[in-house]
């Protein structure tokens, strides 16, 4: 499914946004986009997620939708999941993962 965003769509909005070293930012792209594919969109309640790597290069930012928190937290939770968050927490310098909701579009 393709990301929608509307304030009146039914999902929980996952923005984490990771520091990197510019010299890891394509492995930590990567990274996300193969743990999507092959674990994340098969997750209950995943929506979508989105890649995006800073055109300075020491940032990537996940935007990705899913159903509601409880789904987001049994992904947390999830064993399969986890070697692939550990991963990315291992390539960032930090990574600063909040849940929200929309309540403007224009």
């Known amino acids: 499914m393709a990301t929608t965003i509307a304030v009146d ?7 984490n946004i990771f520091t990197v070293r510019p010299e890891r930012q394509a492995e930590l792209v990567e990274l996300l986009a ?6 994340m969109a098969g997750l209950p ?6 890649i995006h790597a800073s055109t300075d290069g020491v940032r990537v930012v996940n935007y990705a939708q899913w159903t509601d928190a409880a789904a987001f937290r049994a992904m ?7 070697p692939h968050l550990a991963a990315a927490a291992e390539i960032a310098e930090s990574y600063e993962p909040h849940l929200y909701a929309v309540e403007s579009v224009h």
């Open 34 to 39: 193969r743990a999507t594919e092959e674990v």
């Open 76 to 82: 947390l939770a999830n064993p399969v999941a986890q």
């Open 9 to 15: 769509q039914p999902v929980t909005t996952l923005i």
């Open 45 to 50: 309640g995943f929506v979508s997620a989105n």
